[in-house]
């Protein structure tokens, strides 16, 4: 199976995007910004060790491309940060440097690229189980959300959703059950944040909870278990209670089930490409492909 396949097409046709690498020292990063290349998809600026970026890119298409040195991963978090705020780049990508590093330098408040929104994770799967994309959000940023941020968290989601073709997203508030229990404070956020959409407090999608992951991604287990509802069997985002259960749901996607996975943060002046140190070339370049196509405001 060829993963994102219907974006990658989408994505070939627009114009092409300077892509800053923090960290590009990374192989199956530089891997997927050469594929990315080919198809004249981004020019890369690369930030790092210049030795070591040189030697791992000589005799490749990017041997010529932009390199920024850096002795440090603050100093590369910092530099290719800067070269975004000063306008120069339309996609920031995390390569070998730790997530919380390249963060905290995008959250600089002088430099930075805030926006005045949170800031929060958004990993795309496409898996084989089911017909369409699925929004895990936030496995990668925020920590232990309130349920004000959890709202932001959805906006930002439902933003991604929609410049990459979901008209009116579905959001399913999961959690390991699908009523509100008062022992389990997170199915109460869920039912708040439900209240919050009907009366127009989250705009642009439709969002239930609690719900349980079964009920939310499966119609049949929806019927068994009488949940009803626009969402029930049919979600397009699934937030999740925490940073762990995010992370764990998307890394189940690639280690259990046979999917893929992107990921980009969002809320920024500029999405940023953030999947993990361990990911292979193919989900690095498919989340090139969804920030291209987001930022070019498709
Ligand atoms: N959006 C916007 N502003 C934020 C956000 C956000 N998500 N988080 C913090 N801020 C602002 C705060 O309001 C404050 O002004 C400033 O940034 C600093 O806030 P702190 O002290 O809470 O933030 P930090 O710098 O200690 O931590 C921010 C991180 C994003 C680094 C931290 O939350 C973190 O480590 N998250 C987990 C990242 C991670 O390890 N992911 C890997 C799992 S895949």
Request: charged share 25%.
């Amino acid at each position: 199976m060829n993963y994102f396949e219907e974006l990658y097409r989408k994505a070939e046709k627009i114009e092409t995007k300077a892509l800053v690498v923090a960290g590009a020292e990374d192989e199956e990063a530089l891997k997927a910004v050469e594929a990315a290349v080919k198809i004249d998809m981004v020019y890369p600026v690369l930030v790092g060790n210049e030795y070591e970026i040189k030697r791992k890119i000589e005799g490749t298409v990017i041997e010529n491309a932009r390199i920024i040195n850096a002795d440090s991963p603050e100093e590369t978090a910092e530099k290719s940060v800067r070269v975004i705020s000063r306008g120069e780049g339309s996609v920031l990508m995390k390569g070998m440097i730790k997530t919380a590093t390249l963060l905290k330098a995008a959250l600089n408040k002088e430099w930075g690229l805030r926006t005045g929104n949170l800031l929060s994770h958004v990993a795309v799967a496409d898996v084989n189980a089911s017909d369409r994309y699925i929004y895990i959000t936030d496995g990668g940023m925020n920590i232990k959300p309130t349920v004000e941020e959890k709202a932001q968290i959805i906006e930002n989601a439902v933003g991604l959703a929609k410049s990459l073709g979901v008209d009116v997203p579905k959001v399913a508030c999961i959690t390991a059950v699908e009523v509100v229990n008062l022992q389990m404070p997170e199915t109460l956020d869920c039912s708040i944040l439900s209240k919050m959409n009907q009366r127009g407090q989250i705009k642009g999608c439709v969002v239930d909870g609690p719900l349980g992951l079964d009920n939310a991604m499966d119609a049949f287990a929806a019927q068994v278990k009488h949940v009803t509802g626009e969402v029930a069997g049919n979600a397009d985002i699934l937030l999740v209670p925490d940073i762990h259960c995010g992370n764990f749901l998307g890394k189940s996607v690639e280690y259990f089930g046979s999917g893929m996975i992107a990921g980009l943060i969002m809320g920024a002046r500029v999405p940023i490409v953030v999947v993990s140190r361990a990911d292979k070339a193919e989900s690095k370049l498919a989340s090139i492909v969804l920030a291209v196509l987001n930022a070019s405001g498709n």
